[in-house]
């Protein structure tokens, strides 16, 4: 066999957000690299739905979790070990997003964005990065999902933005702290990406709206195996000397 810097063959990698949209293109994708995966999410029968489009399902597991219940977090993940071997690596696409004008916004609203998108993946990389989780003989890469919303402004994403920013500045100083266990942190900030879930909504499927969007992006809007290759790049030894970095896949968005 030929050398491939990409190829995932026999690593442990944990998916959240497994159970649709850019987290299952990434489990299917990662699988097809030979990845070992644990989808997580927490509807099993959706999560079963992405194990049967992964490449030889038998390899792989499906947990069904809530990644903000932090005592479960902890179980689960040693029961992972156990089961698969040590982790290899880490997509953290597990989030919510929505268009919230800035007089709605409240307490209760701000505690369940960060805990969604910024306590439950810093919690979950926090278990890996125990000693006997990860692998430390190979190394492990954590990938945290941003956007370009924790780059740019937008009407209504004030929530969004604060929860992707913070995944930013947060896995800078994660990716100096891990460095001497040889774990990478880096991100991943996504532009406008078509999933099943915002098919159906009005900046998607009106012809207007859409070409406003796609007029944004230099190259049109994006597809789930856009960000998974990104991914797939962060998780491989291909990126080996790549740490603490945002990897923006926005099609031209940003440089305008």
Excluded at 57 to 79: C, E, F, M, R, Y
Excluded at 209 to 228: F, V, Y
Aim: proline residues 3%; hydrophobic residues 40%.
């Amino acid at each position: 066999m030929s050398y491939n810097p990409f190829s995932l063959q026999n690593k442990v990698i944990i998916v959240t957000g497994a159970s649709s949209g850019i987290g299952a293109q990434c489990a299917i994708d990662c699988s097809k690299m030979g990845a070992k995966i644990v989808l997580v999410g927490r509807n099993q029968e959706r999560l079963n739905g992405t194990l049967s489009l992964c490449e030889d399902s038998s390899k792989h597991t499906v947990l069904p979790l809530d990644l903000t219940n932090g005592a479960a977090l902890k179980d689960s993940i040693k029961s992972v070990v156990e089961t698969m071997g040590r982790i290899s690596g880490v997509l953290n696409c597990a989030g919510m997003s929505s268009v919230t004008p800035l007089k709605l916004v409240n307490d209760e609203l701000m505690d369940n964005f960060f805990s969604t998108n910024v306590y439950s993946a810093i919690n979950l990389t926090k278990e890996v990065s125990r000693v006997g989780i990860f692998d430390k003989e190979k190394g492990c890469s954590v990938v945290f999902f941003s956007s370009i919303m924790g780059l740019c402004g937008e009407k209504g994403k004030t929530l969004y933005s604060a929860t992707k920013g913070a995944l930013i500045a947060a896995a800078r100083s994660m990716a100096c702290e891990l460095a001497k266990n040889r774990i990478r942190v880096n991100v991943v900030s996504p532009g406008a990406i078509e999933t099943p879930i915002n098919a159906n909504q009005p900046y998607m499927n009106d012809p207007d709206l859409r070409k406003h969007l796609e007029d944004k992006h230099l190259l049109g809007i994006g597809t789930c195996a856009d960000i998974s290759n990104a991914c797939i790049y962060l998780l491989s030894d291909a990126s080996k000397w790549v740490t603490g970095q945002n990897l923006i896949v926005d099609g031209g968005y940003t440089a305008k």
